[in-house]
C-alpha cells in the first residue's frame, strides 16, 4: 500500500500524508524575570563566538546522538532572527541524516533553555513583519516535530513562551525541579503563535492547556511531570545541568533499538493521533510494512532466536 499526499488509497479516507517518510529518509514574549547572572560555557571556541545555535555529535558509545546548542548568551537564547535563522538550517540539515538516531535540544545559557521573543526585535517591527516573523516561528517549530528521529529537550531553567513551545515541538522532554516553564503570551495581550495552542492540549489535555494559558501560569519542574507536560523530572545538581543528563540517559536507552523501526514508530504514532482510530490502524499497517523487508527486522529476529544483543545497522 502507498501513501500519496492527502489520501489512503485502501480506505479512501482522507488523510495528511506522513510528509516526506515515504518519499525520503524517514514569540513570544520575554517576560520580566530576573535570570540567574551566572557565567555560560558559550565562548569555547571560535565557533561559539560567532554561533548562537550550533551542533554537537557525540561519539564512542552515544555516536548517533546529536545536540542541538543554543547558546545566545546575552539575551538568553531568545527567538531573534539569526537564532532562528540558525536553528532552522541545522534542523534542516538534521532532516536526511540517516546517521542520526536521537537529538537532543539543550541550552549553554545557565538557568535558561529559552526565554521566549527577542522583544526588542519584535518592537522594531511592524504588523506585518511581525505577523510574518511568527509565521516562520510557527513553520520552524513544525520543521523540528516533523525530524525523522526522536527529539528531546532538556530544561534546565526558564522555558517560557516560544521557548516551551520549541520544548513542545520535541517528542520528549526533561526538566529540573527548578526549571520554570509557561505560555505566557496572555499576559501580554497575544496568544501562543508557533504552536502552543495546539501542541499543549494534545500533551497534558485540554482543560489542563486551557488553565496553563488563559492564566499565563508558570509551572516548575515537578509539577510539569504531574501534569505530563515532561517525561521526567530530576533534583538541579551544583552544575545545573540535572535535565541535559536525563535527556542523555533517555537518549541512550533510545540508541540501541532499531532505527528504522523508532523513525515508523514516531510516525504511526504523529499521524495516527491526527485521525480517527481506523484510518490510524491504516497508518500502522502502512508503517509496519515498511519493515517487514529491512535488514534489521532480519537482524532483530536472529538476534532473538541466538540469544544474544541484536547489531542494528538502519537499513
Given at each position: 500500500m502507498s501513501v500519496v499526499r492527502g489520501v489512503v488509497s485502501r480506505t479512501?479516507?482522507?488523510?495528511?500524508?506522513?510528509?516526506?517518510?515515504?518519499?525520503?529518509?524517514?514569540?513570544?514574549?520575554f517576560p520580566r524575570v530576573s535570570f540567574p547572572?551566572?557565567?555560560?560555557?558559550?565562548?569555547?571556541?571560535?565557533i561559539a563566538d560567532r554561533a548562537e545555535v550550533r551542533l554537537s555529535r557525540l561519539d564512542?558509545?552515544?555516536h548517533g546522538i546529536v545536540e542541538v546548542l543554543?547558546?545566545?548568551?546575552?539575551?538568553?537564547?531568545s527567538l531573534g532572527?539569526?537564532?532562528?535563522?540558525?536553528?532552522?538550517?541545522?534542523?534542516?540539515?538534521?532532516?536526511?541524516?540517516?546517521?542520526?538516531?536521537?537529538?537532543v535540544f539543550k541550552s549553554l545559557i545557565p538557568g535558561v533553555f529559552c526565554a521566549g521573543a527577542d522583544l526588542k526585535e519584535r518592537a522594531?517591527?511592524?504588523?506585518?513583519?511581525?505577523?510574518?516573523?511568527?509565521?516562520?516561528?510557527?513553520?520552524?517549530m513544525n520543521d523540528i516535530a516533523a525530524l525523522p528521529m526522536p527529539t528531546i529537550a532538556a530544561v534546565d531553567g526558564f522555558a517560557l513562551g516560544g521557548g516551551l513551545e520549541l520544548a513542545l515541538a520535541c517528542d520528549l522532554r526533561t526538566a529540573a525541579h527548578s526549571a520554570q516553564m509557561g505560555l505566557i503570551e496572555t499576559t501580554r495581550g497575544l496568544l501562543p503563535g508557533a504552536g502552543g495552542s495546539q501542541r499543549l492540549p494534545r500533551t497534558v489535555g485540554f482543560a489542563i492547556a486551557k488553565e496553563l494559558i488563559f492564566t499565563g501560569r508558570r509551572v516548575g519542574g515537578e509539577q510539569a511531570a504531574e501534569l505530563g507536560l515532561v517525561n521526567r523530572s530530576v533534583p538541579q545538581n551544583q552544575t545545573g545541568d540535572a535535565a541535559h543528563k536525563e535527556a542523555l540517559s533517555l537518549a541512550r536507552e533510545i540508541l540501541p533499538q532499531a532505527p528504522i523501526a523508532v523513525r515508523m514508530a514516531k510516525v504511526a504514532m504523529n499521524r495516527g493521533a491526527e485521525v480517527d482510530i481506523s484510518s490510524g490502524m491504516a497508518i500502522e499497517g502502512m508503517c509496519y510494512a515498511r519493515l517487514i523487508p529491512t535488514r534489521d527486522r532480519q537482524e532483530g529476529m536472529a538476534a532473538f532466536i541466538e540469544k544474544r544483543p541484536p547489531r542494528y545497522i538502519g537499513e
Open positions: 479512501g479516507v482522507q488523510l495528511m500524508a506522513a510528509r516526506g517518510v515515504f518519499a525520503r529518509p524517514i514569540k513570544r514574549l547572572q551566572t557565567r555560560s560555557w558559550c565562548s569555547d571556541g571560535p564512542g558509545e552515544d543554543m547558546c545566545r548568551e546575552r539575551l538568553r537564547n532572527r539569526v537564532f532562528v535563522g540558525q536553528m532552522r538550517a541545522l534542523v534542516s540539515s538534521l532532516h536526511h541524516d540517516a546517521a542520526v538516531r536521537v537529538v522594531q517591527m511592524s504588523n506585518p513583519e511581525a505577523e510574518l516573523f511568527v509565521h516562520g516561528l510557527r513553520s520552524l
